[in-house]
């Protein structure tokens, strides 16, 4: 059973940085196409950023191009989420999903495996 754990949330200034990571058991990441996606208050989960099975390909939603880099390191299992330039409108909890597949999808309904979220606050 894959399992995925999100950590390296917090509270940051806006202009701020944060480094989100995204631990991946039981199952190693070689072939699994991993996301990013937020939830803020009051609004539905909406989609950050995703990576294909090897790094080649990543997609971003339109306003977090430029400031996020998804990343990943299959060796140690595990993807990151690079967040430079934070604003306050970034903040939201951030789940972390996976699933087994050479593709990669950008939709909520297409990935099966998810971490339990983490926080990030950004203040003015």
């Known amino acids: 059973q894959v399992q995925v754990v999100e950590s390296g949330g917090g509270l940051v200034q806006a202009g701020g940085s944060l480094r989100l990571s995204c631990a991946v058991s039981g199952h190693t990441i070689g072939d699994i196409a991993m996301a990013w996606f937020r939830q803020a208050p009051g609004k539905e989960r909406a989609f950050v950023a995703a990576i294909s099975w090897n790094g080649r390909n990543t997609y971003y939603e339109s306003s977090v191009k430029g400031r996020f880099t998804i990343s990943r390191d299959n060796a140690n299992n595990t993807a990151y989420l690079q967040m430079n330039s934070l604003k306050p409108e970034d903040t939201a909890v951030y789940y972390c999903?996976?699933?087994?597949?050479?593709?990669?999808?950008?939709?909520?309904?297409?990935?099966?495996?998810w971490g339990q979220g983490t926080q990030v606050t950004v203040s003015t």
């Open positions: 999903a996976a699933r087994l597949d050479y593709a990669t999808g950008t939709s909520e309904s297409w990935y099966h495996y």
